[in-house]
RNA sequence: CGGGACGUAGCGCAGUUUGGUAGCGCACCUGAUUUGGGAUCAGGAGGCCGCAGGUUCAAAUCCUGUCGUCCCGACCA
């Protein structure tokens, strides 16, 4: 058996899982965020795969195989050869033809199904495959958690029309449920943006667990949960009954932030408005939320609508007449996006466009106006938006998402059929996508202790491992060669660990890897017709009869699920 | 991409400040003694000190460049 473990953890390991799986011999690194599965790790990954499978075929969907290479013109015809931006892997051939490594194969699918279904009678379709993707992160991370290639699920479905469409996400969410509880995860799906890939509604699926990279805010009373970058909250904002005091500009030398004006004024920092400045499909547009508070991206991109959006650069800034650390809202000829609590708000404080000076007692409608809207990263402590209860903030690793993507790709990539009436109508697509090695690191993240990885029954890379005490006495070796013949054929999967080692070097062997269940054979118990036993999760030890040995590992294997 | 750090044996590290021809622990090989939670002793093997230039009588060490890796941030269907 080919497991390389490690007594001392690699240095570039950060996170439990990625520790603990280059310590067990699954994974070893090739480059920045590309692994070799070793064969437990490939083991314990085809465990979650064929989960995944199994739940998949389950709902209907078939499995077929797309190519990881795809030719630049399906992407030119979905229009995201240009938009997708550095993280698409492209290629040339060796004729100079573009090709892309596929992250995703939404264009592949809708070109398929585009070529091969013309009836209303032949939908609804659900397809999926499990393989490669390519994205080239600017920062690979946390071993499997974020990689540059990785395996992946992604299932599409075609529908007539939205009911369909509604049909089978729902079948999707519920697959999604089963295939994580079915993995031992403690998990929880969660409202998400749907983002460059497009469309109209979206779920991610959440493992929690500190090291994950997701901010989730969920209610303490209700079953409300999102990812915050679309969070909303229920906190009203009530109009402020302050009267309007007169508008006055004052000298703030050297105040380069919110915090160093509002002391230099004396102001509360919720009665100061903040100005960014972002580039949308090349034009500056102001956001304004107040001074305590943090701008959502990702909100005002969708409000907008803007396929390319940044932070705008000094430059631009320049060129649209604004002074860096002094923008305002008053007299301002650009673009202006107002969070609806800059609205509310009273004689609040903003620059004065000309540096150096700030404004003071700047009101809504009677000083500036602008497009309104809920610009701002809701906070924990927060109101629940559906109900009185309040929210929390948790950690989350994204392990799984299901979107609604409506018609966008099939009609860019020509995906029509013929109604009942004989007219030509554009599918209704569904897309679900499941991070296979990101789950299998979940789960470790979950699932471990200080002596290692402690799988959950239906992902281990073996259910069993059966260690002799000393490969020197013919008694054990003949016991656990009997035994292992025996589990193997009830179609257990079993490691004996046979090598010549200490008794010792076997045990933490066989914690470090995490089989959930370890049978020993030693001299002692085997002389009184006597297996031993140790549960890996909680430690529960006792022993078995050598006789009964296959039932009794039977009852303990279905008391371990 | 911005900021920070690091590349010396399979893994973890020291040595770099002050240039003198590479070392420790674990792992590996041989032998002996051991053998129920990572044994002990003895003997060994293993290094283009990331790579390329430069300075110097002499470079792991100084200089320049370059590649790679990790962390924070930004970014991310």
Redesign the pocket.
């Known amino acids: 058996m080919f497991a390389p ?8 390991a ?1 996170i439990i899982s990625h520790k603990l799986m280059l310590r067990s011999g699954m994974i070893r ?1 090739v ?3 590309i692994y070799t599965y070793l064969p437990l790790g490939w083991r314990a990954l085809n465990k979650v795969s064929n989960i995944v499978r199994e739940e998949m075929d389950e709902s209907g969907a078939q499995e077929l195989m797309f190519p990881i290479v795809q030719p630049a013109e399906l992407w030119q015809k979905s229009g995201r050869w240009d938009v997708y931006g550095d ?1 698409l892997w492209r290629v040339k051939d060796r004729h100079g033809r573009d090709f892309c490594l596929g ?2 194969h939404e264009e592949v699918i809708a070109s398929l199904v585009a070529g091969e279904v013309k009836s209303h009678k032949q939908l609804p379709l659900m397809l999926y495959q499990i393989q490669n ?1 390519y ?1 080239d ?6 071993g499997l958690m974020r990689g540059r290639e990785f395996v ?1 699920k992604d299932c599409y479905s075609f529908d007539r029309d939205e009911q369909g469409l509604d049909v089978n996400y729902h079948i999707m969410y519920d697959a999604y449920t089963r295939i994580f509880n079915r993995c031992g995860l403690d998990f929880r799906p969660v409202e998400a ?5 497009g469309g109209t509604s ?1 779920h991610e699926f959440m493992v929690l667990a500190d090291s994950g ?1 997701a901010e989730i805010l969920h209610c303490n009373k209700c079953e409300y949960a999102a990812n915050v970058e679309i969070a909303n909250t229920g906190s009203v904002q009530q109009v402020s009954e302050e009267s309007e005091q007169e508008i006055e500009k004052i000298l703030t030398p050297d105040c380069r932030t919110i915090d160093d004006v509002a002391a230099f004024l004396k102001l509360d920092t919720t009665k100061t408005m903040k100005a960014l400045c972002y580039t949308a499909d090349d034009e500056v547009v102001i956001v304004f939320v107040r001074g305590d508070r943090r701008l959502n ?1 990702i909100k005002v991109q969708n409000h907008l609508g803007a396929t390319t ?1 940044y932070m705008s650069t000094e430059e631009e800034l320049q060129s649209a007449g604004l002074v860096q650390g002094y923008i305002g809202a008053v007299d301002q000829k650009v673009k202006m996006l107002l969070d609806t609590e800059v609205t509310t708000g009273k004689n609040l404080c903003c620059g004065a466009n000309d540096h150096g000076y700030h404004l003071i007692n700047v009101n809504y409608k009677r000083d500036f106006d602008g497009e309104i809207g809920n610009f701002r990263l809701v906070e924990a402590g927060e109101k629940c938006p559906h109900c009185d209860g309040t929210l929390e903030s948790a950690r989350g690793v994204e392990v799984g ?1 299901v ?1 609604k993507l409506g018609t966008k790709y099939s009609v860019s990539m020509g995906a029509y059929y013929l109604d009942e009436e004989g007219k030509s109508q554009p599918m209704e697509m569904g897309c679900y ?1 499941i991070g296979v090695g990101r789950t299998l690191a979940a789960a470790i993240e979950q699932n471990n202790d200080e ?1 290692g990885i402690v799988w959950p029954l239906a992902i281990a890379p073996y259910q069993i491992i059966i260690v002799t ?2 490969e ?1 006495s013919e008694t054990q070796v003949a016991a656990g060669e009997k035994l292992y013949g025996e589990l193997m054929a009830k179609g257990y999967e079993v490691i004996l660990d046979d090598r010549h080692e ?4 076997k ?3 066989a ?2 890897i995490g089989i959930p269940l370890r049978i ?1 054979i ?4 085997l002389a009184k017709g006597e297996l ?1 036993y ?1 549960i890996r999760r909680d430690g529960e030890a006792g022993v078995i009869s050598v006789d009964n040995a296959v039932s009794e590992i039977d009852a303990l294997l279905a008391k371990i699920k």
């Open positions: 473990t490690l007594r001392e953890v690699p240095a570039d950060e690194k480059a920045s965020g993280e992250p995703t993707k994205r992160e600017r920062r690979p991370r946390f992946m943006d749907n983002g460059a890939i979206s990279e991206e959006f998402q979107f996508g002596n005490v000393s020197k200490r008794a010792g070097v045990f933490k062997d914690d470090l020993t030693g001299d002692k118990s031993e140790k």
